[in-house]
């Protein structure tokens, strides 16, 4: 199939200079405070931006250089297939994050709850709406098994 | 800044041919069913998705040509920024659905819930985990106070 062409329309702006250190994801970064910068040529696309508590970023993992079909996620011990896991080493390394929007500056977004390394190349942005991105009594497969496991899960979060 | 280049992994086939007709959001696509077909090269990363029941898709509007900075959403009659809606004529035309996911035969994934028109390349698979992807006690802007507005949501929409 074809090749498929972006081109950044922001950056984002965080104090995560290197992978490590940054929230496993953005839910565990409550804390961490960052920037989005929208290009000024898109920056018309913000308009009403402002009345959503919370948005989706999708951006681009620079600084994965290579990927892998099976990887250990952080939370596990073994092995789990690319597509079941966030891992950002992905054969197309798109990153997807749920973070809080805490103030519209003309073409900058001041965001919170992130897990993002600084200087990220930004693809887009979505609204959050609960109604179309939740939802409840689902199955979460390893995921499931490994966050009902006590000790280690808790020891490392705190949740 | 540079370009981003992509490759597809693969292929949405729906019976939705033409963008008419599809769900507006993928919540509203109950019944409606399809398949992702995964390219072989990639069916190694599917291993352990079949313990999830929801999984996020990422793919390319193919039919998406052009884009617009604001646009006025299905739901609502003023224009809003794009990126304040789901609407498909964006800068980077990334396309986000959150889906059922039914069975998994080898490199098929048999899903519901779907607002994707048929052939639409696929770009990436995320596990959706409630604890990453949920957040309650959120604001939505315009959305919600169109969806306030009793009549025509749903007499549209049935919801």
Chains 1, 2 share one sequence.
Not at 20 to 27: A, R, T
Not at 97 to 120: A, C, F, M, P, Y
Request: glycine share 8%; net charge positive; with cysteine.
């Amino acid at each position: 199939m074809e090749k498929i062409v972006y081109q950044p329309i922001g950056i984002i702006h965080t104090n995560f200079t290197e992978k490590e250190g940054v929230p496993i994801q953005s839910v565990f970064g409550a804390n961490h405070r960052g920037r989005v910068e929208v290009f000024s040529e898109y920056a018309a696309g913000l308009k009403d931006i402002e009345g959503f508590s919370h948005i989706i970023l999708i951006y681009h993992f620079h600084l994965s250089k290579d990927y892998c079909l099976t990887a250990k996620p952080f939370l596990d011990d073994e092995k789990r297939g690319i597509f079941s896991i966030r891992y950002p080493r992905r054969p197309n390394p798109v990153g997807l994050s749920l973070v809080r929007l805490d103030k519209v500056k003309g073409n900058i977004l001041e965001i919170s709850e992130i897990d993002i390394v600084d200087g990220t190349p930004l693809l887009d942005i979505k609204p959050y709406v609960p109604k179309f991105d939740n939802r409840n009594d689902v199955r979460t497969g390893w995921y499931e098994k490994v966050s009902a496991r006590s000790g280690r899960y808790r020891a490392k979060y705190g949740k």
